[in-house]
Each structure stands twice: as structure tokens, then as C-alpha cells.
């Protein structure tokens, strides 16, 4: 599996999480909406317009609970909507640190161990996500590196999707380019000062991926996906009537002689914790 992984840039595993642990993340996920304000931010995530980048409530969200929203979750008439939590885009980026039921699924031995056989010696949780990819209104998920936005150096982190529901076309299942990681990392997504001062991309231009070739992820429930830092991947629109909700961690080396830079996007004061 390791060699998979150097010579394609990412793992599938099914079955990883059983249908009980899939229950156990939604109903748990469902427990944070109920208890949220729904009021509190009209922050939306997109990853066409990054309006994100300059927002505080985005960039202040390393170490809380905190909801972001759908592209066109305000063009009609939000305050009206019955139930707003169809809206959502995702939840981050400290679940794994804050819900106790996300702590357990995320802090599991065999993720620690995973992260030490493709290389690590410090596994470290950076972030997490719940991610709902609506149904109709689920926007695509551009093509991006994940090590673009947890830079370290040396590069080091992956990441790890658990699919929630059944993945297909239809419904926005993940797509990757097999062997892409071989070129490294091409951009970093940055803070340009102080939390106040917004993000930006170096370098400034747009890069095109070639996805040509890229593979489709049609996966079940329970499967685990595992991504290399400078793997092209991508989600398209969800036009489905199903959801496909996903949940996401990212895991960095917290090793001698690896540094996750001071001017990344996402800062956490208390720093991050390991996987035991």
C-alpha cells in the first residue's frame, strides 16, 4: 500500500469506518447544528471567489466550531428558509478537537499508524471539516493541492476523507489525478499579515490543471480515502437529489526539522495535537 501510495498519490480504503461510526458522524454533526447559531455569520466558502480569504471568521477558525455557507445560500430569502442547516457548505476546522464523538474518530491508533508507514513521525491533526455537498446546490470543489494550504516544510501533509454517504457522479463523488503528486506542490495559499489583512495565492496566477486523465472516486459509505500533500484532486457540483457528505481531516509532521510555516492560512495558538 505505501508503495500505491508514492507511485499514485493517494489510497482508497474501504470499509475503514463501519455503518455505526458513519451514523455516529452525522447524528454528531446534526447535535452541532441544533446547538449553533445559524445567525451568527454569512460567511460562504467557495474555492471560485475565495471571499473566504479575507474574512475573519474564516481565518480565526482554526481552533473552533464554526459554519460556512453554501455559495447561493443567500441569493433568495435566507432569514425565511424553513431549515437553514440545507444551506450549509461545511463545519470547521476544530471538530476533531471540540465535538468529543469527531475527537474519537479522528485521534483512532490506526490513523497515528497510517501517517508513521507513509513517513511521518509526529502525526498532528491541523484541521478538520464536515463537508455536506447539499444536494442541487452542493458547489464543485475546484482543482487544488491540499498542500497549498498546510504548507510545511518539508512538505508533509495528508489527508484523510471518510465518504458519509455513497459517492457517485451524480452526486459529487471525489476525483483525482493518479501521479500527479510527482510535479510538488505549485502554489501557497498565504496569510499577507496580520488576521486583518486577507490571504492571497504565490504566485498570483491562476494555474490550470490538467485533469484529463483524472480518475473518479465512486466509493460506499465507510471509505476512506487518503490524499498525498501534491495530489490533484477535485469534486464537481452536486445536481443530485442525494447529499454526499464527507468528513475530512489533515494531518502535519510535528518532527524536528519540519516547519509549518507562521503565515499559513490556519493558526492555532494552542498548536496542534498529536496522534497517540
Request: proline share 3%.
Amino acid at each position: 500500500a505505501v508503495e500505491k501510495f508514492e507511485e499514485e498519490g493517494f489510497l482508497v480504503i474501504e470499509n475503514f469506518w463501519g455503518s455505526e461510526k458513519v451514523s455516529e458522524a452525522k447524528n454528531s454533526i446534526s447535535e452541532v447544528i441544533k446547538f449553533s447559531d445559524l445567525n451568527e455569520s454569512q460567511t460562504i466558502f467557495s474555492t471560485k471567489q475565495s471571499k473566504q480569504a479575507n474574512d475573519e471568521y474564516f481565518l480565526t477558525s482554526g481552533d473552533k466550531v464554526r459554519i460556512f455557507w453554501e455559495e447561493t445560500a443567500f441569493e433568495n430569502d435566507f432569514v425565511n428558509t424553513n431549515d437553514k442547516s440545507k444551506l450549509i457548505n461545511k463545519i470547521g476546522h476544530a471538530i476533531h478537537d471540540l465535538v468529543p464523538s469527531f475527537e474519537k474518530l479522528s485521534y483512532d491508533t490506526k490513523i497515528g499508524d497510517i501517517c508513521k508507514d507513509l513517513g511521518m513521525k509526529k502525526p498532528l491533526i491541523s484541521q478538520s471539516m464536515y463537508i455536506f455537498k447539499q444536494p442541487k446546490i452542493g458547489s464543485e470543489v475546484r482543482p487544488h493541492q491540499d498542500g497549498t494550504f498546510l504548507y510545511t516544510e518539508p512538505q508533509s501533509v495528508i489527508g484523510f476523507w471518510w465518504a458519509l454517504d455513497d459517492c457517485r457522479e451524480e452526486n459529487g463523488c471525489l476525483w483525482v489525478v493518479k501521479g500527479s503528486h510527482k510535479e510538488g506542490v505549485k502554489q501557497r495559499f498565504k496569510r499577507c499579515g496580520d488576521v486583518n489583512s486577507g490571504c492571497e495565492f504565490v504566485p498570483k496566477e491562476n494555474i490550470v490543471w490538467d485533469i484529463s486523465a483524472a480518475e473518479k472516486l465512486a466509493v460506499s459509505a465507510g471509505t476512506l480515502v487518503i490524499l498525498h500533500n501534491a495530489v490533484v484532486h477535485f469534486s464537481k457540483h452536486n445536481a443530485s437529489s442525494k447529499s454526499r457528505h464527507a468528513y475530512s481531516i489533515h494531518v502535519t509532521d510535528g518532527a524536528d526539522g519540519v516547519e509549518y510555516l507562521s503565515d499559513n492560512w490556519l493558526q492555532r495558538e494552542d498548536g496542534f495535537h498529536p496522534i497517540e
